[in-house]
């Protein structure tokens, strides 16, 4: 009886994360040529990718609601990462998921498949910034740790490939994730705060120098308005 009340109690869960991962799979591109890929491979691996500096507001997809739509159905996938019951069948496929847009963020931001459009048709890779931005804001101890979790894995995979963390924060990508979590300190709920204060924390802790140096003045005034 115990077994049969534990299993009812899940189902609800496993079905909603089932449909979650499959809308997202079935939102990625898998149009790419081999050519393409080909020459993707060739350039990363030489490590000769520089950076682009391109517009923070750059790259928006203009669809809204189907940006909406994705964008829930990823929190969904880091809610169910945080979610003891599910957290071992979610966990995997969440890392594949950040690592995806982080590989799409230095293909898209860097010199390999450049885009500078200022709008898009497609999903923008700033969906995973909300993202992570709504784990970090949540009263959640859990999420909140997913979250950071996310962030340690876009950036490690980012210092992967192209070589140096120096290289990898220069992306747009990390100006739009600064922007974000330092705007999380002005939150009225202090568990919003908290969340910000800890990117913050983290971002210092990890990123370069001369990165922490342009963005010091973010950091300091976010800080300053918690305290």
């Given at each position: 009886k115990q077994w049969?009340?534990?299993?009812?109690?899940?189902?609800?869960?496993?079905?909603?994360?089932?449909?979650?991962?499959?809308?997202i799979v079935s939102m990625i591109n898998i149009t790419d040529t081999t050519l393409q890929i080909?020459?993707?491979?060739?350039?990363?691996?030489?490590k000769?990718?520089?950076?682009?500096?391109?517009?923070?507001?750059s790259l928006i997809c203009t669809d809204e609601a189907t940006r909406k739509a994705f964008r829930t159905a990823l929190f969904g996938v880091f809610v169910?990462?945080?979610?003891?019951?599910?957290?071992?069948?979610?966990?995997?496929f969440m890392m594949s998921i950040v690592r995806h847009f982080s590989l799409l963020t230095v293909v898209q931001q860097s010199g390999v498949?450049?885009?500078?459009?200022?709008?898009?048709?497609?999903?923008?890779?700033?969906?995973?910034?909300?993202?992570?931005?709504?784990?970090?804001?949540?009263?959640?101890?859990?999420?909140?740790?997913?979250?950071?979790?996310?962030?340690?894995?876009?950036?490690?995979?980012?210092?992967?490939?192209?070589?140096?963390?120096?290289?990898?924060?220069?992306?747009?990508?990390?100006d739009v994730l600064v922007d974000k979590l330092c705007g999380l300190c002005y939150d009225r709920a202090w568990y919003t705060k908290a969340g910000g204060v800890t990117a913050i924390e983290w971002l210092i802790n990890n990123g370069p120098l001369l990165w922490i140096i342009k963005n010091q003045q973010l950091f300091i005034n976010a800080t300053l308005y918690v305290m």
């Open positions: 049969y009340q534990r299993r009812v109690a899940l189902r609800p869960g496993e079905h909603a994360y089932s449909v979650l991962q499959n809308y080909q020459k993707v491979l060739a350039i990363l691996s030489r000769q990718v520089t950076p682009l500096q391109v517009n923070k507001g169910a990462t945080a979610t003891k019951q599910l957290r071992a069948e979610s966990t995997q498949f450049p885009t500078k459009k200022k709008v898009n048709s497609a999903l923008d890779v700033h969906i995973l910034v909300d993202v992570i931005a709504e784990c970090l804001g949540s009263d959640e101890n859990e999420l909140t740790n997913i979250g950071e979790k996310a962030i340690r894995l876009v950036t490690e995979t980012c210092k992967y490939i192209l070589g140096a963390s120096e290289r990898a924060f220069q992306l747009p990508f990390f």
